[in-house]
């Protein structure tokens, strides 16, 4: 197993994301907010020719609220999803690595938001990294309400 | 390997889309070579690639009735129905198999046996036959040099395109703003053209002729009226109209739902047919026609149309409307109600057509793509079904609007109009907090988009506009919106799931300036608004007449003519707008006429013809029965003359001059325009003509409009028209040598003297004696 991870951080926690679904990772100006549309979408915004619809990962995990039309640029993955482009907001983008293991489930307790995104540990070169799951942080809290 | 099989498949399902009509037409006409031809060529391929790829059943298929067809084309054996019946079995069962090959399974075991021994000399025929006619436009099958493309690559192709646009866009704005030299300029402004020219190309490379929709339809009808013991000609027309290939896919179930509910319902069977007095076979018209940026496909068949009161009944059956409101619907209303879901009129439900999927979710079909379905049918004579779809899928002309600092766009095709909630005619109120808007008279549910979406807003209530709406299969709404901002073409594209799970959105786009902008639902933003969409206008008519006649509101398109000038036309009387390139207008038998389709029609509006050059863009206006073109620049807006208009002192193209928007336009007058350039040739020979003084203002503005209601031509003194009644005013020479009666009218009721003279207010005296003057000449 050898999968690319991108490490970002989000909230503060590093996390990694799976290197191959990420498209690029861009920087966000101005964001054009969705009226009515879940909380966790941020906006839309623009990348070229494509609109991207900005996903607040903080929000998602249910760990507060990105103030994003503060003026700053804020990085964001960019990820393409059932044919949809997202763009996920993170603190930062840190680095690429390569995975040394296959996702382990991870048994200690988890804060509701992480558990829900988690596709298990993985070993890196940086220590063990939780996988993060793109489909599970782009649907957002309430999303296993709405599925069940 | 695999690579050549799904190449055989690809060239199979291409053939046998092709052959569908093809072996129709041959059943037609069994004499017909180049159908047999094309038959006996894809079998005969088939044939040729299973012996290499190792498919035996196919084989044998192939095999056997390649046999058959080839004795036909040797003259060993004459086609009969039993034979093109059996060859079209085979067929289908190839199609099975290739379908089974491209699914990656293997081919079940099975015995085709049957199919092969029907094939045979002198076999019983698999199915019953029905003799039918076909008429698919005369033309063989020419493939033109093409190449297979995946739509992902033109997809990638386009939005490169498109990136090109913005950053032509972006870079235009620098050099706006930054000092260049002229070169610079020159270069930037070659860029822009090819860039355009380039943008256009790859938008037709998504384009498709609507023939691949049409060549199946023959053989649908067959063996729908095999089926039924109908028999019914087939007329395709258009197919070399071209539509988005994702438009076409859309629109192919609603087509085919519309085909055989005429084909199950509409077209009777011969006997019925011969007692209606009918030729025995049906006729079923399928054409297309591109108007404007519209695609028109219209299904006409001429069976026993719609009964409306069968449709109220059923209406009132199924609960879908109330008895009192049953009572006052016009025809148009009843035929609508077809629209309706859970509405089916066949008394039982046919395998055919009553499969619960019924005109309702046609509708919403054709409207989910920004179409409008209409419908026109008389009883006894047939039904006329026409869908009006835009020219792509992805372009949607759209308003858009703001909230605060925020654009949204909202789809034309739903728009109704557009009134200022402080406009005269219009009033808010508030019942019980709801929202309420009488417009004109007309009261329809009202809700702020502000508060719908929940974004602050510092424009008052009556402030906004009120955009009325009309979303598909629903009934109008007022949404109010802080500012209307501009007409766009937009390019839309689908919202992220989370995005359209609002309800509200149907998709994003772009702006010019690159900024995403979300389009509207208009059903959506009524139903998350809270306002109810169904049966909340039928009934609500009432207050409409009386108030309506008070207002003297009257919509008109506002444009410019070929020299420049500002010109209204009223609304009503403009079918519609079409391009012609200049060569398609000339002089010709004494007139200027333009060529529009299969029309050519007398052309107004055109100062100086030779000054013309390529593309025109021509009114198509209608009287009901005539048509005419009028030749402008450019339209500029939708408005309405809340103003007096100052009449012209001459009869002529203008009727006289108001003030829209703010600055003056000329009325032009259709009605002067249609007299003029119908010519004679037009009028009814019983034509009766009224000569008035010209320079008469009072004649011309008060008299005029009761003498042309009364059914006269009006002329003046100069005109050489014989004239049936000439009117004066009292006191007045009558000039010349007048044939007909003449009417002399006094400003005094005490100066009438004599039968021939009349006080100019006595309405029924002037009436009675137009009347009588007709009474004389006929």
Redesign the interface.
């Known amino acids: 197993m050898n999968e690319l991870l991108l490490i970002v951080s989000i909230a503060g926690s590093r996390v990694a994301l799976p290197a191959a679904a990420v498209e690029s990772v861009v920087e966000l100006e101005?964001l054009?907010?969705?009226?009515?549309?879940?909380n966790?979408?941020a906006g839309?915004?623009?990348l070229?020719?494509?609109?991207l619809?900005v996903i607040d990962c903080k929000h998602s995990l249910e760990l507060g609220v990105t103030e994003l039309n503060d003026g700053n640029l804020h990085e964001a993955a960019v990820v393409e999803l059932?044919?949809?482009h997202?763009a996920l907001t993170v603190d930062a983008v840190e680095d690429v690595v390569e995975a040394m293991s296959d996702p382990t489930p991870i048994r200690a307790a988890m804060g509701a938001g992480w558990e829900r995104v988690s596709k298990g540990m993985v070993e890196t070169e940086e220590g063990p990294l939780l996988l993060v799951d793109i489909a599970a942080i782009?649907?957002?809290p309430g999303s296993e309400a709405r599925a069940a | 390997m695999d690579d050549l099989i799904a190449d055989f498949v690809a060239e199979c399902r291409e053939m046998l889309e092709a052959l569908g009509g093809e072996i129709v037409a041959w059943e037609a006409n069994p004499d017909d070579r180049a159908r047999l031809d094309s038959i006996f060529r894809f079998v005969h391929t088939v044939k040729g690639n299973c012996g290499f790829f190792d498919f035996p059943r196919l084989e044998a298929l192939s095999h056997a009735a390649e046999d058959a067809l080839a004795d036909c084309r040797a003259g060993r054996r004459q086609a009969d129905g039993i034979l093109v019946s059996a060859v079209l079995a085979v067929i289908d069962r190839i199609g099975e198999m290739i379908a089974a090959i491209d699914a990656g399974e293997a081919i079940p075991d099975g015995d085709d046996s049957d199919l092969i021994d029907a094939l045979a000399p002198g076999a019983e025929g698999p199915a019953i036959q029905a003799p039918i006619a076909v008429d698919v436009g005369g033309k063989g099958n020419a493939t033109p040099r093409t190449i297979r493309l995946s739509v992902e690559l033109l997809d990638r192709v386009m939005s490169g395109v498109s990136d090109m646009v913005l950053a032509r866009n972006e870079l235009a704005r620098r050099l706006r703003e930054a000092p260049t030299e002229v070169p610079v300029d020159s270069a930037f402004e070659r860029l822009s053209g090819i860039i355009a020219e380039m943008r256009d190309a790859i938008t037709r490379t998504r384009m498709q002729r609507i023939e691949n929709l049409f060549v199946a339809l023959p053989r649908m009808v067959r063996d729908l009226s095999t089926e039924l013991g109908k028999q019914v000609l087939v007329d395709i027309d258009g197919g070399d109209v071209e539509l988005d290939r994702e438009m076409i896919e859309m629109i192919r179930d609603p087509l085919t739902h519309i085909i055989r509910n005429a084909v199950d319902h509409g077209i009777e069977t011969p006997a019925e047919r011969i007692k209606a007095g009918k030729r025995e076979i049906g006729l079923l018209a399928v054409s297309a026609r591109q108007s404007g940026n519209q695609i028109l496909i219209e299904i006409a068949d001429d069976g026993k149309g719609i009964d409306g009161g069968k449709l109220v009944e059923k209406a009132l059956a199924n609960g879908v409307i109330e008895a009192d409101v049953s009572k006052g619907l016009s025809r148009s209303e009843q035929l609508a109600l077809i629209f309706e879901a859970g509405l089916s009129t066949a008394k039982e439900v046919t395998a055919i057509s009553g499969r619960g999927v019924g005109m309702d979710v046609v509708r919403s079909n054709v409207e989910r793509i920004g179409g409008v379905v209409e419908l026109d049918s008389t009883p006894g004579k047939g039904t006329r079904m026409i869908l009006r779809v835009p020219l792509t899928l992805t372009i949607i002309p759209a308003l858009t609007v703001s909230i605060g600092s925020q654009h949204f766009a909202i789809p034309r095709s739903a728009i109704e109009e557009i009134v200022r909630a402080n406009g005269g005619s219009v009033t808010l109120e508030r019942i019980g907090g709801a929202g309420v808007a009488t417009i004109r008279g007309r009261r329809v549910p009202e809700v702020a988009l502000a508060d719908v979406l929940g974004l602050p807003s510092d424009v008052r209530d009556e402030d906004r506009t009120l955009v009325v709406l009309r979303p598909a299969g629903g009934d109008v709404y007022a949404l109010a919106v802080d500012r209307i901002h501009d007409h766009e073409e937009l390019v839309v594209k689908p919202a992220a799931p989370a995005v359209m799970a609002t309800g509200l959105y149907a998709g994003t786009t772009l702006a010019d300036d690159g900024s995403p902008i979300l389009l509207f639902d208009p059903a959506g933003v009524a139903q998350v608004g809270g306002v109810m969409l169904e049966t909340a206008e039928r009934g609500g008519r009432g207050v409409e007449a009386p108030v309506a006649t008070s207002s003297n509101e009257v919509p008109v398109l506002l444009f410019r003519g070929l020299d420049g000038a500002r010109r209204a036309l009223r609304l009503g009387v403009v079918d519609r707008i079409e391009e012609v390139s200049c060569d398609a207008i000339r002089p010709s038998a004494g007139q200027l006429r333009v060529q529009l389709g299969e029309a050519i029609l007398p052309l107004a509006g055109v100062e100086k013809p030779d000054e013309l050059e390529g593309k025109v863009r021509v009114f198509r206006l209608n009287d009901g029965n005539h048509e005419i073109g009028y030749a402008f620049r450019e339209v500029v807006d939708l408005m309405s003359i809340d103003r007096e208009v100052i009449p012209a002192d001459v009869p002529g193209a203008v009727n006289g001059v108001t003030l829209i928007g703010g600055e003056p336009a000329e009325l032009v007058d259709a009605h002067w325009l249609f007299a003029e350039y119908l010519g004679a040739s037009a009028r009814p020979q019983t034509q009766l003509v009224c000569r008035l003084p010209e320079g008469d203002a009072w004649m011309q503005n008060m008299l005029r409009p009761i003498v042309e209601a009364a059914g006269y031509l009006v002329i003046g003194e100069r005109d050489e028209l014989a004239a049936d009644i000439t009117i004066v005013s009292h006191g007045e020479a009558v000039e010349g040598d007048q044939d007909g009666r003449v009417l002399r009218l006094a400003t005094d009721p005490d100066a009438v003297d004599g039968k021939d003279s009349i006080y100019r207010y006595d309405r029924t005296g002037l009436l009675l004696a137009l009347k009588s003057a007709s009474a004389g000449r006929r």
Request: aromatic share 4%; hydrophobic share 35%.
């Open positions: 101005s054009i907010p969705v009226p009515r549309a879940p966790h979408v839309l915004s623009a070229r020719s494509r609109v619809t059932d044919g949809h997202y782009v649907a957002g």
